[in-house]
T-cell receptor
Framework: GENVEQHPSTLSVQEGDSAVIKCTYS??????FPWYKQELGKRPQLIID?????GEKKDQRIAVTLNKTAKHFSLHITETQPEDSAVYFC???????????FGDGTTLTVKP | DTAVSQTPKYLVTQMGNDKSIKCEQN?????MYWYKQDSKKFLKIMFS???????INETVPNRFSPKSPDKAHLNLHINSLELGDSAVYFC????????????FGSGTRLTVV
């Protein structure tokens, strides 16, 4: 099955700095890579995703990059703000099984 | 309109009881899931249904039984609740399988005392 490793488990940055979270996956057939943000006490919400036919995707202050050869993808948040503080999860599909495997999460703290 | 709605939001019950959690989605998605989030925030899949058919049943005690009366509903029934069942249970749906983003319900915080 798919094995997804996410690093770091915790990340603390100053407001305005950039944050990078990285995930590696094991199934070379995986072709869809979403990122979810979960604020305290709330549901995970999809914030950005990338498919395997592109290497990078941006949406305002967030971007995702994908390296299919190395089997890793990363979430980049620029000009961080206190409201970016949350737990971030990556995921990768196990297509034959019809499910996504989630990384263990990264707790991001943005200090004002 | 809530896209994926779960009830109840909180559930406190004694060991040995039986309880159910209901989930409904109005997105027209084909696939629905149950995930368990433990105290360390790890998200682990329990079940997946596609158009009312069970396609994933992870290693979950058979005290947990999902039921999908139609593709918009996926309920979870738990028999003989144990302390270790305490967690947040999330229902989710996706347009078609794992190659589309999930929309999660608001979660049900289950506490077994």
């Amino acid at each position: 099955g798919e094995n997804v490793e996410q690093h770091p488990s915790t990340l603390s940055v100053q407001e305005g700095d950039s944050a990078v979270i990285k995930c590696t996956y094991s199934d070379s057939a995986s072709n869809y890579f979403p990122w979810y943000k979960q604020e305290l006490g709330k549901r995970p919400q999809l914030i950005i995703d990338i498919r395997s036919n592109v290497g990078e995707k941006k949406d305002q202050r967030i971007a995702v990059t994908l390296n299919k050869t190395a089997k890793h993808f990363s979430l980049h948040i620029t000009e961080t703000q206190p409201e970016d503080s949350a737990v971030y999860f990556c995921a990768a599909p196990e297509n034959k099984a019809g499910k996504s495997t989630f990384g263990d999460g990264t707790t991001l703290t943005v200090k004002p | 309109d809530t896209a994926v709605s779960q009830t109840p939001k909180y559930l406190v019950t004694q060991m040995g009881n039986d309880k159910s959690i209901k989930c409904e989605q109005n997105l027209g998605h084909d696939t629905m899931y149950w995930y368990k989030q433990d105290s360390k925030k790890f998200l682990k899949i329990m079940f997946s249904y596609n158009n009312k058919e069970l396609i994933i049943n992870e290693t979950v005690p058979n005290r947990f039984s999902p039921k999908s009366p139609d593709k918009a509903h996926l309920n979870l029934h738990i028999n003989s609740l144990e302390l270790g069942d305490s967690a947040v249970y999330f229902c989710a749906s996706s347009r078609q399988g794992a190659v589309d983003g999930y929309t999660f319900g608001s979660g049900t915080r289950l506490t077994v005392v």
